[in-house]
C-alpha cells in the first residue's frame, strides 16, 4: 500500500486490513497464557512484518518462556527471498520517505511513541513472558524504549548541516546531512524493545528505512512494535521485521548492495563476524558490543550506599546487561564491611517468574546460560575466590542460578575476565587510585564503568583514566535518548541516542556553489 492510500497523519484504528491479517494469523498464534495476559490480543504476531504486511514463512520456530519452557508462541522462519523482498520494500520506500519533511516524520514517530505508551502494560507482559525479566523491569523498559522515539521525533527537525567560511573566492560552501538509505538493524534478546527503538527512532527519524532482525529468543516484543508502527501509518515498506535462521537474514542483509547502513547490537564474537560480511559492499557500520564493567567504590564513599548502587548495577535483568557491574573494587580498609553489606542486602532478592510480583530477579535466557554461570562460579572458586553468598531458595528450572557473591575475584579468573551476563558478583579490593584505574582498564572491553566516591580530584582522575565509552559518578542510571551511548575498544564503534545517534544513519555531503564569471557584453 502506497503513502497516499495509508494517509500518513492517521493514528488509525484498527481497519478490517488488520483484522483479516490478525484472523489469517491465529493458526500458530501465541499460548493460551500470553493471550490471556494481554488486553490487546491482536499485539500478538506471529508472522513478518514486510512491505506494510504480515508475512509467513516456510517453517516455525516455537519461543519458550525462559521461566518455565513453556512455548510462548511461533514465529516465520523466512527463506533469503523473502529477505530480499524486504530489503527491496526497504529501498522503493526509501525515496518517497525522505523527501517528507521533518515535520511529518517526527508526528509519525510521536503517533509510534504515544501508542507504545498506550500499550505499555501489554507489551511489559510480552517481554516477561518471551524474556524473562520481572514486570517492572519490562515496564521500565518500555518506557525507556519509548524515550527514544519521542527524542528522535524531537531530534528530527535538528539534523543540521553546516555552512563553510570559504578558501575559494566567489563560492559558498556548505555541508548538508542525508540519510543514508535502507538500514539494516539487528538486535539482541536481553533488551528486546529499546535495542530496536533506539536504532529505528534515530534511522526513521532522519529518513532512513528499516529492516529489522530481532532475536530469536524475543522475538514477539519486535513484532508487537512492528503491529504498532502498522496501526499508526507508517507507509509500507519503512519498518520491516524479519524472522528466522539468524546467519542466513545477516549473510542476506550484509551481502546487499542496496542495504548502506548495520546497525548491531550484541555479543563482541558476533560483531566482529557482521563487519567482515559487511566489508564486501563497504557499509557503515555500528557496533554495540560486550562490556565488562568496572564498578569502583573510592575510599570516602559510604559503604551502604555504595553497596546499594553496586547490587543495582549488577542484577538489572539478572545480570543479563552490557551495562552490568562486572568487576566490583573496593578499597582494602572497606572490603570486609563492604563484602559482609552486600550479602546481606542480596538477602533481599526473591528469584522466580517474573510475573510474580514479589520476585525482584528472574531467570536467564536458557539452561546453557545458567550452566555459564556455574562455569564461571567453579572456575573462580578453583583459583582461590571465596564464596560469600548464594542463594538458598527454590529454583524453579534449569534456567535460573542462584545470585551469588564471590570475594578475591582475580585477573586470571574467567569471571574477572568475561562478561558474565548472569547474577555473580565478582568483589575485587584495591589499594589506591592508580591500581584500580590500571585493573578497571585491564580488559579488551570498553563499554561503561561506575565510579562511587567524593572527593572530586579522584572522581576527575577516574574520569579521565578509565578507558570506558561511559562513565557515570554516583548514579547507575546512566543512559537515555540525549546521551551518547556506545563503547571503545571491543565493546564497539559509533554512538546510539543523542544528536551522534544520527551519524550512524547519515552521511555529510559537501556543496561547493561557485559563480560562473559574468559573460562577457551582458
Ligand atoms: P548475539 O548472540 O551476538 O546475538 C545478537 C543478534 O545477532 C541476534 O539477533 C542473533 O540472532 C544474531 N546472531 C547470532 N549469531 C549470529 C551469526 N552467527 N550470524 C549472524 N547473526 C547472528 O548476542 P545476544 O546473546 O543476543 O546478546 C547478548 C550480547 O549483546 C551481550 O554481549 C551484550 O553485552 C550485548 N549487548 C550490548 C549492548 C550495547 O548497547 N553495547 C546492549 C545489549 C546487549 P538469533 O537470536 O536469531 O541467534
Redesign the pocket.
Do not use: R
Given at each position: 500500500m502506497g503513502f497516499a492510500e495509508r494517509g500518513i497523519y492517521s493514528t488509525n484504528d484498527l481497519t478490517n486490513h488488520h483484522v483479516a491479517n490478525y484472523a489469517s494469523n491465529s493458526e500458530h498464534k501465541a499460548s493460551h497464557e500470553m493471550m490471556t495476559l494481554l488486553d490487546d490480543v491482536r499485539l500478538v504476531r506471529n508472522h513478518a512484518y514486510i512491505n506494510g504486511k504480515w508475512q509467513c514463512g516456510d517453517r516455525f520456530h516455537a519461543v519458550e518462556n525462559p521461566a518455565n519452557n513453556q512455548t510462548v508462541g511461533y514465529i516465520s522462519m523466512l527463506n533469503e527471498q523473502q529477505i530480499e523482498e524486504a530489503i527491496e520494500s526497504a529501498d522503493n520506500a526509501f525515496h518517497p520517505w525522505r523527501k517528507l519533511s521533518a515535520d511529518q516524520r517526527a508526528e509519525l514517530l510521536m503517533n509510534w511513541y504515544y501508542a507504545i505508551l498506550e500499550a505499555k502494560q501489554d507489551l511489559a507482559y510480552l517481554m516477561v513472558v518471551e524474556q524473562g525479566k520481572t514486570l517492572a523491569e519490562a515496564i521500565g523498559e518500555v518506557e525507556y524504549g519509548a524515550s527514544f522515539i519521542r527524542w528522535f521525533a524531537e531530534e528530527a527537525h535538528r539534523s543540521y548541516g553546516h555552512t563553510i567560511p570559504s578558501h575559494i573566492n566567489n563560492a559558498q560552501l556548505s555541508t548538508l546531512r542525508e540519510p543514508i538509505g535502507v538500514a539494516a538493524l539487528?538486535?539482541?534478546?536481553?533488551?528486546p524493545n529499546a535495542?530496536i527503538t533506539r536504532k529505528a527512532a534515530a534511522a526513521l527519524a532522519i529518513g532512513c528505512t528499516v529492516v529489522i532482525?530481532?532475536?530469536?529468543?524475543t522475538p514477539f516484543s519486535a513484532l508487537a512494535l512492528a503491529e504498532l508502527a502498522d496501526r499508526c501509518g507508517f507507509p509500507a515498506g519503512v519498518f520491516n521485521v524479519v524472522t528466522?535462521?539468524?546467519?542466513m537474514?545477516?549473510?542476506t542483509l550484509c551481502a546487499s548492495p542496496i542495504v548502506k547502513a548495520l546497525s548491531?547490537?550484541?555479543?563482541?564474537?558476533?560483531?566482529k563476524?557482521?563487519l567482515k560480511?559487511a566489508a564486501d559492499t563497504v557499509k557503515k557500520c555500528s557496533m554495540?558490543?560486550?562490556?565488562n564493567a568496572p564498578f569502583i567504590v573510592l575510599d570516602d564513599m559510604d559503604i551502604e550506599q555504595a553497596v546499594q548502587a553496586a547490587i543495582d548495577a549488577k542484577f538489572q535483568t539478572s545480570g543479563?546487561?552490557?551495562?552490568a557491574a562486572n568487576r566490583i573494587f573496593v578499597p582494602r580498609r572497606h572490603y570486609g564491611s563492604f563484602l559482609s553489606k552486600f550479602a546481606e542486602a542480596m538477602n533481599n532478592i526473591v528469584v522466580g517468574n517474573g510475573l510474580d510480583p514479589k520476585v525482584t530477579l528472574g531467570p536467564l535466557?536458557s539452561a546453557s546460560a545458567a550452566q555459564n554461570a556455574a562455569r564461571l562460579v567453579n572456575d573462580a572458586i578453583d583459583k582461590g575466590a571465596r564464596l560469600i553468598y548464594q542463594y538458598q531458595g527454590h529454583l524453579s528450572g534449569a534456567n535460573f542460578f542462584p545470585p551469588t557473591l564471590l570475594a578475591d575475584v582475580t585477573p586470571d579468573m574467567a569471571v574477572y575476565r568475561e562478561?558474565n551476563?548472569c547474577p555473580v558478583a565478582g568483589v575485587i579490593p584495591y589499594d589506591n587510585v592508580e591500581q584500580v584505574i590500571k585493573m578497571s582498564n585491564d580488559t579488551e572491553y570498553g563499554?561503561a564503568a561506575y565510579v562511587y566516591g567524593h572527593n572530586i580530584h579522584n572522581i576527575w582522575r577516574c574520569m579521565r583514566g578509565l578507558e570506558f565509552g561511559m562513565v557515570s559518578v554516583n548514579s547507575v542510571k546512566m543512559t537515555g535518548g540525549p546521551i551518547p551511548?556506545?563503547?571503545v575498544k571491543q565493546?564497539?564503534l559509533g554512538r546510539?541516542g543523542s544528536s551522534h545517534g544520527f551519524d550512524e544513519f547519515s552521511e555529510i555531503k559537501y556543496c561547493c556553489l561557485g559563480q560562473l564569471p559574468t559573460a562577457s557584453g551582458s
Open positions: 539487528i538486535t539482541p534478546w536481553n533488551f535495542m532482525k530481532p532475536a530469536s529468543d528466522g535462521e539468524a546467519a537474514i545477516s549473510k548491531f547490537t550484541g555479543s563482541t564474537p558476533v560483531g563476524l557482521l560480511q554495540e558490543l560486550g562490556g543479563q546487561d552490557c551495562l535466557i562478561e551476563f563499554l551511548f556506545g563503547g565493546s564497539g546510539e
